[in-house]
């Protein structure tokens, strides 16, 4: 399976990454290369097996809490850190003309 | 002594004493940094004020009163910068402050700064990072070496006597790496010991917290004020948090270590193959039992890695849009589409875009069945191999890393070569196995050479005993060449 210069313009729209044409080139043979690497483990039978999805050991399972709020009203603490804030919004480019 | 020089327990013990106090210790660590840092890039941002303040108020009666440490900035401070050594995050200034360093500070703990890292905590080489790399303290005149990676900050400062111990993170390897690599003491502990919340996430079913610093007695003492349950953490694990450092003192006798022949691979450096049979030489005369064991999947660790990880990243990094917090960048008259690629493509780095490239591809519709989900099935079977060991063995001693640090200059250009830095530490990340990792010797060129051992889950205290025994039969006294 080998990538062409499409795929990775396509990958990198659906990454939300603006990639510059120039640099096309360079992933499409960096991504090569790592997929043709990891196309090693399709040789390992794992007929099955169970697939690990958690780092936890023993699988344990999440737990689970009753579905109320417990925390909020700080907007100024969640907005701090906001490139442009619009009183207690976000803003963004418009959206809808 | 000079003050920089103390271990944890000893300054600790200085403390009580009155023989010190936080304020002279923090004034002494303040001013190695200034002398030193210029010329190892550990710290990122410092904050003397507020650790001047923090040390004032130091109680010697709690179990980490006054200890001055460094945190890697990857782990959230209210109020202090915090980077993950990212553009993307240049500016960002945590409204809250990550459990583990929260408990650091209840300790009584002293923070130094912030210390470097690879972006996200991708890398080896502590090179990907925003504020340029962190050099290691054990470089030669003339010709700079890369500390490791991702944590290379932490073990650079550990090592240089900039801090007496480091907070520091491991999915891959990032703590027992540049650990091995600068010649301190760290260690990963298992998979939910330690909770993940305020930490940056790389990939979430892999990152683990965890210390560094220049004693195992010292790793044990920092880990025990920083792992416990956290219910904000839905994976931190609901069990009770023993007294490490006890352990550092147990006998080793009767303990069964395994040794994987999988992690002696053709090519392996000579250097680290005498360095590992004297490890075993060590334990065998504390009284340990050496085994031979098979992990039979290890050669197919990294591939599984570099699926599962970036395939975390990619949904993980999603969260930086432009938009609620980080860098934005837009050209005039952009719409939102633009603001998400152009914010991304200008804050993230070669290797962190990469990475996010590779997760998307892998978890995209037609190939997740191939990529992803065959690599969670390697890494059950990875884990099975873990699970079969520990019916022979009580713990596993391998190499941490390929070779001694090598030259910043030298770093292959391939990903793929770059990748195998990690090829002995990944497999503990993947099966979420505890594993610590110290300095074991020096090599030819006078560069530490480091060991790591691996241990059942949460049993940390198996490694920290052994790790004390081979400590003790070590002697390794050595310092680095740029040093406080």
């Given at each position: ?61 999440l737990p689970w809490r009753e579905d109320r709020v417990t925390d909020g009203g700080m907007a100024d603490a969640v907005l701090a850190n906001a490139p442009d804030r619009q009183g207690d919004h976000y803003g963004v480019p418009k959206v809808v003309e | 002594m000079s003050l920089t020089d103390l271990s944890i327990a000893g300054a600790r013990r200085a ?470």
């Amino acid at each position: 399976m080998s990538l062409d210069a499409d795929t990775v313009r396509r990958v990198a729209r659906l990454a939300r990454l603006r990639v510059q044409d120039a640099d096309i080139p360079r992933l499409t043979d960096e991504m090569n290369g790592i997929l043709g690497w990891v196309e090693q483990l399709q040789a390992v039978d794992t007929t099955g097996v169970e697939p690990l999805a958690g780092g936890n050991p023993g699988g344990a399972s999440l737990p689970w809490r009753e579905d109320r709020v417990t925390d909020g009203g700080m907007a100024d603490a969640v907005l701090a850190n906001a490139p442009d804030r619009q009183g207690d919004h976000y803003g963004v480019p418009k959206v809808v003309e | 002594m000079s003050l920089t020089d103390l271990s944890i327990a000893g300054a600790r013990r200085a403390l009580r004493a009155g023989e010190t106090t936080a304020l002279a210790l923090a004034e002494a660590h303040l001013d190695a940094i200034a002398r030193v840092n210029p010329r190892l890039n550990a710290y990122v941002t410092l904050h003397a004020e507020r650790t001047l303040e923090q040390a004032r108020g130091a109680d010697p009666r709690l179990p980490l009163g006054g200890i001055p440490l460094g945190l890697k900035d990857i782990f959230c401070t209210e109020g202090v910068r915090t980077t993950a050594g990212s553009k993307i995050l240049g500016n960002f200034v945590p409204p809250y402050e990550s459990t583990v360093t929260a408990r650091l500070r209840a300790a009584g703990a002293v923070s130094l700064g912030k210390l470097n890292l690879d972006e996200f905590a991708m890398g080896s080489t502590n090179a990907n990072s925003m504020h340029g790399p962190c050099i290691n303290p054990w470089s030669p005149p003339g010709r700079d070496l890369v500390p490791g990676g991702s944590s290379g900050g932490s073990a650079a400062a550990v090592a240089a006597r900039l801090a007496l111990g480091a907070t520091a993170t491991d999915t891959g390897g990032s703590i027992r790496q540049p650990a091995a690599l600068c010649g301190v003491v760290g260690i990963k502990p298992t998979y939910g010991r330690c909770s993940r919340w305020g930490i940056v996430a790389y990939a979430s079913s892999l990152d683990q917290a965890g210390p560094m610093a220049r004693t195992v007695e010292d790793c044990a003492i920092l880990l025990g004020e920083m792992a416990g349950h956290d219910p904000k953490d839905s994976t931190s694990a609901d069990v009770a948090v023993p007294d490490f450092a006890a352990a550092c003192g147990r006998s080793v006798k009767g303990l069964r270590i395994g040794v994987p022949a999988e992690y002696r691979p053709e090519g392996l450096s000579p250097e680290i193959a005498a360095v590992w049979d004297r490890g075993l030489d060590w334990l065998r005369e504390a009284g340990a039992e050496i085994v031979p064991v098979s992990l039979p999947h290890t050669r197919h660790a990294l591939a599984t890695y570099y699926i599962v990880a970036p395939a975390e990243a990619s949904s993980n990094l999603a969260r930086y849009d432009g938009v609620r917090f980080g860098l934005r960048e837009l050209h005039q008259g952009g719409n939102l589409n633009d603001l998400y690629e152009e914010s991304r493509a200008a804050g993230f780095g070669k290797e962190v875009q990469r990475r996010i490239l590779i997760g998307t591809y892998v978890l995209s519709a037609g190939y997740y069945d191939a990529y992803y989900l065959k690599a969670q099935k390697l890494r059950a079977l990875i884990r099975r191999d873990f699970d079969e060991a520990w019916r022979a063995c009580d713990a596993i001693l391998a190499p941490a890393t390929p070779t001694a640090a090598f030259s910043l200059a030298e770093q292959p250009d391939d990903p793929v070569t770059m990748y195998l830095n990690d090829v002995f530490t990944i497999t503990a990340n993947l099966a979420g196995i505890p594993g610590l990792a110290l300095p074991a010797g020096l090599s030819a060129a006078g560069l530490p050479l480091g060991l790591q051992l691996l241990g059942r889950p949460f049993e940390e205290e198996t490694l920290f005993a052994l790790g004390g025994a081979m400590e003790k039969a070590t002697q390794f006294t050595h310092k680095p060449g740029i040093v406080a």
